[in-house]
Each structure stands twice: as C-alpha cells, then as structure tokens.
Nanobody, 123 residues
Framework: QVQLVESGGGLVQPGGSLRLSCAAS????????MGWYRQAPGKQRELVAA???????NYTESVKGRFTISRDNAKNTVYLQMNSLKPEDTAVYYC?????????????????WGQGTQVTVSS
C-alpha cells in the first residue's frame, strides 16, 4: 500500500520558521512531480510549491523568497522549508505526489495525497 506521511507542522510565531517533510512509502516504481498544497479555513486548496523529478521548482507568488521546496529521491521524500512565516500562511498543508506504483503485478500511474499537517502562525 502506497502512502505519503507528512511531519513538521506546528505553532510558530510570525517571522519564525518550520520545515515540513513528506515521505512516500510502498510499492513505488518512480515518482514524478511532488508538491505541497495548503488549505485555510473557508478557502480552496491551493498549490504552494512543486518540484519535478529533475528538481525544477515553481512557487505561488505569495511564498516566493520565503519558502524552499526540495527533494531527496533516494529517500522518496520532499521537504518544504518555510521562513519568515506570516499569519496568512496558517493552513493545513498537504503533500502530493504523482507516482508509478505496483498494483497486483501491474504498473499504475496515480496521484497520491498525504493526510495533512497543521501549520499555525500566531503570536
């Protein structure tokens, strides 16, 4: 069974930093793009940052210069380093990955989500 497990969320003061991690496990053949999304109360889920298998990255405008996405392909893990956090960054952060996985002897292309981790920025 393939799953994504996130860690690293929590409560931080404005201007502080957090590092999120997301590890993929299971019958994985390969991982293409990985990304972080977030959803604040009453708002739609939005893409925060994404990284391809070749480590090309893109960010939503509001986090450019503050957040950095990276990945360790050997560990099937993606990270999100968040600096200079603002109250408006408060949300549940979700990890996402597009993967080729082994299912009953076949290769399948699927899109997977983690369970989410809460990030709260408040004084």
């Amino acid at each position: 069974q393939v799953q994504l497990v996130e860690s690293g969320g929590g409560l931080v003061q404005p201007g502080g930093s957090l590092r999120l991690s997301c590890a993929a496990s299971g019958s994985i053949r390969s991982i293409n793009a990985m990304g972080w999304y977030r959803q604040a109360p009453g708002k739609q889920r939005e893409l925060v940052a994404a990284i391809t298998s070749g480590s090309s990255t893109n960010y939503t405008e509001s986090v450019k210069g503050r957040f950095t996405i990276s990945r360790d392909n050997a560990k099937n893990t993606v990270y999100l380093q968040m600096n200079s956090l603002k109250p408006e960054d408060t949300a549940v952060y979700y990890c996402n990955a597009d993967m080729w996985v082994h299912v009953s002897g076949y290769l399948r292309w699927n899109d997977y989500w983690g369970q989410g981790t809460q990030v709260t920025v408040s004084s």
